[in-house]
């Protein structure tokens, strides 16, 4: 069974400024994607970014970007010129990409503050 | 995006009681939908998956007798929660997976729920 590890239960960042919030995972499959959700305080999921295992590039979405080391099973977000509304829980998710309709599993979430 | 809509967005019942929660999604095919638990700080608990026209797959420990689902439609699940108690209160999640591109899951609002 895959698994998901988000390391960090809390972060804290100032504004403008940068942070990383790290993301490991376990699987032997070799096609899967990856993302990271954001859930305000409004409790509404929302998707920040997806990553393809097969793509090497790096995906970014504007001040969004991630560090995917697939050798590592390291899938790292990386949120730059941080502003107040960035403040919320995040976590990582694991998907297979080999069963059509597969669930998705989850991180236990990085609670991110951001201090003016 | 698509949109997947969650309703009630709240509800306070009685114990004893029976309550649904609808998920539809809007403008996109469904044949996956998945239902969520999530207590406060922690992360998504993933309770049973939804196919179209058959049963759901409920996981290990999730009650089935008292966790209604019901997927009769391409754009509607529904779960019901079979005589309601107190440690039934959470916050239900549900998400949809487009038939199409059955890549991205989008989310519904989310439900809390509250038994007195």
């Known amino acids: 069974a895959q698994t998901v590890t988000q390391s960090q239960p809390e972060m804290s960042v100032q504004e403008a400024e940068t942070v990383t919030l790290s993301c490991t995972y376990d699987t032997s499959e070799s096609d899967y994607y990856l993302f990271w959700y954001k859930q305000p305080p409004s409790r509404q999921m929302i998707l920040v970014i997806r990553?393809?295992?097969?793509?090497?590039q790096n995906a970014t979405e504007n001040r969004f970007s991630v560090n995917f080391q697939k050798a590592a099973k390291s899938f790292s977000l990386k949120i730059s010129d941080s502003q107040l509304g960035d403040a919320a829980m995040y976590f990582c998710a694991y998907r297979s990409g080999q069963t059509s309709g597969s669930r998705l599993t989850f991180g236990e979430g990085t609670q991110l503050t951001v201090n003016p | 995006g698509a949109v997947v809509s969650q309703h009630p967005s709240w509800v306070i019942c009685k114990s004893g009681t029976s309550v649904k929660i609808e998920c539809r999604s809007l403008?996109?095919?469904?044949?996956?939908m998945f239902w969520y638990r999530q207590f406060p700080k922690q992360s998504l608990m993933l309770m049973a998956t939804?196919?179209?026209?058959?049963?759901?797959?409920?996981e290990q420990g999730v009650e089935k007798d008292k966790f209604l689902i019901n997927h009769a439609s391409l754009t509607l699940s529904t779960l019901t929660v079979t005589s309601a108690h107190p440690e039934d209160s959470s916050f239900y999640i549900c998400?949809?997976?487009?038939?199409?591109?059955?890549?991205?899951?989008?989310f519904g609002q989310g439900t809390r729920l509250t038994v007195v």
């Open positions: 403008d996109f095919q469904a044949t996956t």
């Open positions: 998400s949809a997976l487009d038939r199409v591109g059955n890549t991205e899951a989008f």
């Open positions: 939804s196919n179209e026209g058959s049963k759901a797959t409920y």
């Open positions: 990553q393809e295992a097969y793509k090497q």
